[in-house]
């Protein structure tokens, strides 16, 4: 590499931001088995000079922290002083030069998307080779702000049961940045009246078949030869709930079953029906029936 060249960093690598950050981050999705996009959290990131390298993958950064803070940014050869509050958002594609130099400690997010995701999630509407993201300098964007926040949260609680969930959210995103920071306009198709019944019984055989599994979006679009995207869309429209929302109530059905009608311990039902653990029972059990396991057992 020619010295003075700016560093290619490929983020999704366990250690690979300590070649431009000065500590490894808070929460990490690397071990949890993500497809397509990967989220590093720094809490109290210190003072420091970000070096410009380019990103491998596209790169969202988020700020978390209710104190705005002053940060000059380089951005494709661009510098520029700016503020970034709460709910800010940075938007720096892949093999776009970025670097940073900051004053206080920040707290941030950052959402790192896979570029063949992008291009896959509307293939049956935009030829791959004209999707192009535009650098965006810090500013408002309450969706991908929310995303960030939610994958978050959803690692923190359910890492090891969290590929569907964030499988979902990194469709969502990919869609968002491809409307609204792309240097083309992307008139998405928009199917309308749901699945075909036979590609809806499909979806919803393989589900139920595989509930126990680590299943993925992308997995069951597959098995009805469609994108992710469209898929959940018109999933959407035929149930009035998501995939996710889908897997999760069936999952719930099948360990009130089993809760009711046999005297294995609530852990085993819980590995038993697809949930990580027995506490990601128990919170999603919580959460949609408004009782624990444990309590419902004893209320039959």
Same mark, same amino acid.
Not at 174 to 188: D, E, I, K
Not at 193 to 206: C, N
Not at 255 to 275: C, H, P, R, V, W
């Given at each position: 590499?020619?010295?003075?060249?700016?560093?290619?960093?490929?983020?999704?690598?366990?250690?690979?931001?300590?070649?431009?950050?000065?500590?490894?981050?808070?929460?990490?999705?690397?071990?949890?088995?993500?497809?397509?996009?990967?989220?590093?959290?720094?809490?109290?990131?210190?003072?420091?000079?970000?070096?410009?390298?380019?990103?491998?993958?596209?790169?969202? @950064?988020?700020?978390?922290?209710?104190?705005?803070?002053? /940060?000059?940014?380089?951005?494709?050869?661009?510098? $520029?002083?700016?503020?970034?509050?709460?709910?800010?958002? /940075?938007?720096?594609?892949?093999? @776009?030069?970025?670097?940073?130099?900051?004053?206080?400690?920040?707290?941030?997010?950052?959402?790192?998307?896979?570029?063949?995701?992008?291009?896959? #999630?509307?293939?049956?509407?935009?030829?791959?080779?004209?999707?192009?993201?535009?650098?965006?300098?810090?500013?408002?964007?309450?969706?991908?702000?929310? #995303?960030?926040?939610?994958?978050?949260?959803?690692?923190?609680?359910?890492?090891?049961?969290?590929?569907?969930?964030?499988?979902?959210?990194?469709?969502?995103?990919?869609?968002?940045?491809?409307? *609204?920071?792309?240097?083309?306009?992307?008139?998405?198709?928009?199917?309308?009246? !749901?699945?075909? +019944?036979?590609?809806? *019984?499909?979806?919803?055989?393989?589900?139920?078949?595989?509930?126990?599994?680590?299943?993925?979006?992308?997995?069951?679009?597959?098995?009805?030869?469609?994108?992710?995207?469209?898929?959940? *869309?018109?999933?959407? $429209?035929?149930?009035?709930?998501?995939?996710?929302?889908?897997? @999760?109530?069936?999952?719930?059905?099948?360990?009130?079953?089993?809760?009711?009608?046999?005297?294995?311990?609530?852990?085993?039902?819980?590995?038993?029906? !697809?949930?990580?653990?027995?506490?990601?029972?128990?919170?999603?059990?919580? +959460?949609?029936?408004?009782?624990?396991? +444990?309590?419902?057992?004893?209320?039959?």
């Amino acid at each position: 590499m020619l010295e003075g060249k700016p560093l290619t960093v490929d983020l999704t690598k366990e250690n690979a931001s300590l070649q431009i950050l000065p500590c490894t981050p808070l929460v990490s999705s690397h071990k949890v088995g993500w497809n397509g996009i990967h989220l590093k959290h720094y809490y109290r990131l210190p003072p420091d000079e970000m070096p410009e390298y380019y990103p491998a993958q596209h790169v969202i @950064v988020t700020h978390n922290d209710q104190r705005p803070f002053g /940060v000059k940014r380089i951005l494709d050869g661009r510098s $520029q002083r700016e503020s970034m509050g709460s709910g800010d958002i /940075v938007v720096v594609p892949a093999n @776009v030069s970025h670097g940073a130099h900051w004053n206080t400690e920040i707290a941030i997010t950052v959402l790192i998307l896979e570029p063949v995701l992008v291009a896959h #999630i509307a293939y049956e509407s935009i030829n791959p080779d004209h999707v192009e993201l535009v650098p965006q300098f810090s500013t408002p964007d309450p969706l991908i702000y929310q #995303i960030g926040l939610a994958l978050k949260t959803e690692l923190e609680t359910d890492g090891l049961g969290s590929r569907f969930y964030a499988e979902s959210a990194a469709t969502m995103l990919a869609v968002h940045l491809l409307r *609204r920071y792309s240097g083309r306009t992307h008139n998405l198709r928009d199917y309308t009246g !749901g699945l075909p +019944k036979y590609r809806l *019984r499909q979806a919803i055989e393989y589900i139920n078949e595989h509930l126990t599994e680590d299943l993925s979006l992308g997995e069951i679009a597959n098995q009805v030869s469609m994108s992710s995207y469209y898929f959940a *869309r018109l999933f959407k $429209q035929s149930t009035g709930v998501t995939p996710y929302q889908y897997l @999760v109530k069936r999952r719930l059905e099948t360990a009130k079953q089993m809760l009711a009608n046999t005297d294995l311990a609530i852990s085993e039902i819980a590995y038993s029906t !697809g949930f990580a653990s027995q506490s990601h029972l128990t919170r999603l059990f919580r +959460k949609h029936l408004f009782t624990t396991p +444990k309590a419902y057992r004893q209320m039959l």
